[in-house]
């Protein structure tokens, strides 16, 4: 599986508080929670990621509330994947339940070469990104193929749709 898109950079400790803010847990509306993903700290994303972006992260992504409303504001926001130093536990599983690739970097000092607006390439299967000007490319964890599975599925729930056929 590979995935194209534009390279968003953010940083270390970026909180689901931050990426989707409480008052809109009122709703499971993918489409209301993508316009008011990163509303209060970085209202520019949205525009960023339509088309189609890879977030590039430091460590520790996700940390804070274990909603699964920051995931879906993400993915429907444009987001096809994510690439960080670290995940929050909770934030990971979340992804990766709701069909969003989420990948560990193993570079050392490959983040500070991840420049914002670059366009990349993500073959979520080896764990390889790339950047497409450039050819450079940069290595992340492979994901266990029980888990490529619910990513190829589009999730948890289509995954085990999938095996009552």
């Given amino acids: 599986m590979k ?3 534009r390279i968003i950079r953010l940083g270390d400790n970026v909180d689901t508080d ?3 803010p409480a008052r809109y847990l009122v709703t ?3 489409e209301v929670l993508a316009k008011h993903v990163f509303e209060d700290y970085y209202p520019e994303f949205r525009a960023k990621a339509s088309g189609g972006a890879i977030i590039v992260a430091g460590e520790n ?3 804070g509330s274990s909603r699964e409303h920051a995931v879906i504001a993400l993915k429907h926001s444009g987001v096809k994947a994510i690439v960080a130093k670290s995940f929050a536990r909770i934030f ?3 992804s990766i339940n709701l069909g969003l690739p989420a990948l560990v970097i193993r570079e050392a000092g490959g983040l500070e070469r991840l420049k914002d607006g670059a366009e990349a390439e993500l073959d979520v299967a ?5 950047i497409i000007k450039t050819g450079e490319k940069f ?8 888990m490529m599975k619910i990513i190829e599925a589009g999730g948890l729930i289509n ?3 999938s095996k009552r056929e």
């Fill in 28 to 30: 499971h509306d993918a």
């Fill in 159 to 161: 995954y085990f749709l």
């Fill in 61 to 63: 992504f996700g940390l």
């Fill in 126 to 130: 080896n764990g390889v990104l790339t």
């Fill in 18 to 20: 931050v990426i989707i």
């Fill in 139 to 146: 290595s992340c964890d492979k994901m266990p193929e029980f």
């Fill in 92 to 94: 990971y599983r979340n």
């Fill in 3 to 5: 995935i194209r898109g």
